[in-house]
């Protein structure tokens, strides 16, 4: 059984840098792509971007100039990094299975929540 | 604002159904059969219920089914139960340069 869990700080200071990671178990890292969904409180989804075994990336636009994956193949670990962080990046954070141009998101972690206080 | 259009809020009685709607444009619902629908329960991750604009997960049961025409998708639930309830998201590739789009979500409320 896939399972993805997510770690990181739930607290960030404002103007400094988000970080997460992603740990899957029950399926190698080396086979679809791998993302990370965010949802801040009482809104809804949104795509900030995947990442391959290879390290080839994609991102949201809106977010493209702030974020960074990469991926640790030995540890089956994939991870985040926002910058410049504000009020706005205040969200549940999930990593997700999926992003490649055939099925959807299909196996995600529990969501961590991030805050960035104001 | 959300890239696809959902209406907030669907409410219907046990046994009846009801349809999500979730519009978008030519540029991802309309130019895409990557459509997907999910459904959260309160706390919960989003689980994939639907993909490729109408293949059931595994194991879901036939009591969901969707759909496309033009440049909108819906999600029709029958046979409501109250384990329906939930929120519902539709999903959609919007192109090598967006890529990903997610609807605003719909609350559905079995009454």
């Known amino acids: 059984q896939v399972h993805l869990q997510e770690s990181g700080p739930g607290l960030v200071k404002p103007s400094e840098t988000l970080s997460l990671t992603c740990t899957v178990s029950g399926y190698a890292i080396t086979y679809y792509y791998w993302s990370w969904i965010r949802q801040p409180p009482g809104k809804g989804l949104e795509w900030i971007g995947y990442?391959?075994?290879?390290?080839?990336?994609n991102y949201n636009p809106s977010l493209k100039s702030r974020v960074t994956m990469s991926v640790d193949t030995s540890k089956n670990q994939f991870s985040l990094k926002l910058n410049s962080v504000s009020a706005a990046d205040t969200a549940v954070y999930f990593c997700?299975?999926?992003?490649?141009?055939?099925?959807?998101?299909?196996?995600w972690g529990q969501g961590t929540l991030v805050t960035v206080p104001s | 604002q959300s890239a696809l259009t959902q209406p907030a809020s669907v409410s219907g009685s046990p046994g009846q159904s009801i349809t999500i709607s979730c519009t978008g444009t030519?540029?991802?619902?309309?130019?895409?059969?990557?459509v997907s629908w999910y459904q959260q329960h309160p706390g919960k991750a989003p689980k994939l219920i639907i993909y490729e604009v109408d293949k059931g997960s595994s194991g879901l049961s036939n009591r969901f089914s969707a759909s496309k025409s033009g440049n909108t998708a819906s999600l029709t639930i029958s046979g409501l139960q109250a384990d329906d309830e939930a929120d519902y998201y539709c999903?959609?590739?919007?192109?090598?340069?967006?890529?990903?789009?997610f609807g605003g979500g719909t609350k559905l409320t079995v009454l």
């Open positions: 997700a299975r999926g992003g490649q141009l055939w099925g959807g998101f299909d196996y």
């Open positions: 030519s540029s991802d619902i309309g130019d895409s059969n990557l």
């Open positions: 990442i391959y075994y290879t390290g080839s990336t």
């Open positions: 999903c959609s590739y919007a192109g090598s340069g967006t890529f990903w789009v």
